[in-house]
């Protein structure tokens, strides 16, 4: 009788799903993404469903200073004599006055953050 009411009292706990989803690996244009949750199945018992799938995306991540991959955060700073474009896989500078020589920088590679 006592492991008749924990069943219960476990099937009525997993009545309501709990999700965890994680990201397995990255690299610069894909994250693997893992997604856990409680179910309950035609039996009324709980039972545990991961799906995991695979994101593409262009540029997606970068690599911070200690070489992780991070997620990419592109953004474009203005300062009185450049714009900075920063938070990819590559970093560009540009001059306020394009008609001038070096006007324009790229960085490419881990330049990123």
């Known amino acids: 009788m006592v492991s008749v009411l924990v069943l219960a009292s476990l099937n ?3 009545a ?6 994680r990201v397995l690996e990255r690299t610069a244009h894909t ?3 893992e997604s856990v949750r409680w ?7 709980a039972e545990i469903v ?45 001059s306020r006055n394009l008609n001038t020589d070096d006007a324009v920088d790229v960085e490419l590679g881990g330049a990123g953050g």
């Open 12 to 14: 009525a706990s997993f």
């Open 16 to 21: 309501s799903p709990s999700i965890s989803t």
């Open 31 to 33: 994250k693997r993404v």
């Open 39 to 45: 179910t309950t199945n035609s039996f009324g018992q």
């Open 50 to 94: 991961t799906n995991r799938y695979t994101a593409l995306q262009n540029g997606m991540h970068r690599k911070d200073a200690l070489g992780n991959w991070v997620e990419a955060n592109p953004t474009v700073r203005v300062f009185q004599d450049a714009i900075v474009c920063t938070g990819a896989t590559y970093r560009v500078i540009l």
